[in-house]
């Protein structure tokens, strides 16, 4: 019997290794590949463990995506837009694995986004959007960082244990973290008022000129609050003014 066990499980150690050996290695040749084009999509969402660049862009041509990375990987990067919800998705082809020399980046010029969601290990790294409302997400392990951005109304949910950073203005907020990443919007300099949620141990630091509604969970975490809001509606245990 046990002689069996061991046969299995050498089978699947050797099944492992094989897999890993068949990877498509990049060739070394790293370049812009072909720009690929769409008709608008309003939100962008990575499955890839890439550094996706987004910029926001105001003029009459399409929306457009390439990807730099090794010319032999490029077709195993798929970019498409589901016209049901408007949004992007950037996932490598499922059937396939990959070993690129170098890291792989995407970048992302767009005439409107209303949302950005990082599912993967991943940097989302994002320059001037405007936008009367932005919605962010953090699935997994990765990270949205934005900076100059100018929003009515943003909605940043932290849901593993990445990161968001922010900077820009905007008016309102509602932001979440549900885990133990770190979430970090002290730059965004909200006028008119803001929630922020800690769910997990991962704390948080805002901005909120008029009324700031804190609750900092029942783990331990701490929102760090600026901007000398008109008013605080929250416990008075680790829900601090910053420095």
């Not at 009324?211 to 680790?238: C, K, M």
Request: one cysteine or more; a negative charge.
């Amino acid at each position: 019997m046990k002689q069996y066990v061991y046969v299995a499980v050498a089978g699947i150690l050797l099944s492992l290794f094989s897999c890993k050996d068949h990877c498509i290695k990049g060739d070394g040749n790293v370049m812009n590949n072909a720009s690929r084009y769409f008709n608008y999509f309003d939100i962008i969402q990575s499955n890839i463990n890439a550094d996706v660049y987004i910029t926001y862009v105001n003029d009459t041509l399409p929306d457009e995506v390439f990807v730099r990375c090794d010319g032999n990987l490029d077709p195993y990067i798929h970019t498409s837009v589901d016209k049901s919800n408007n949004t992007l998705y950037i996932e490598l082809d499922n059937e396939h694995c990959i070993r690129p020399s170098r890291p792989i980046e995407v970048y992302v010029y767009a005439h409107r986004i209303t949302g950005i969601i990082s599912n993967s290990s991943g940097k989302m790294i994002c320059d001037s959007i405007v936008s009367s409302n932005l919605s962010i997400q953090v699935l997994g392990n990765g990270g949205i960082y934005m900076t100059g951005i100018s929003i009515d109304l943003i909605t940043g949910n932290l849901v593993g244990n990445g990161t968001i950073e922010i900077e820009g203005k905007g008016i309102n907020g509602t932001y979440v973290n549900w885990a133990g990443g770190r979430f970090t919007a002290a730059q965004m300099m909200l006028s008119g008022n803001c929630s922020a949620t800690c769910k997990g141990t991962g704390g948080m630091s805002v901005y909120c000129k008029n009324i700031l509604t804190a609750d900092p969970g029942p783990n331990g975490a701490v929102i760090t609050f600026y901007g000398n809001p008109h008013t605080v509606i929250a416990p008075q245990e680790r829900v601090v003014p910053g420095n």
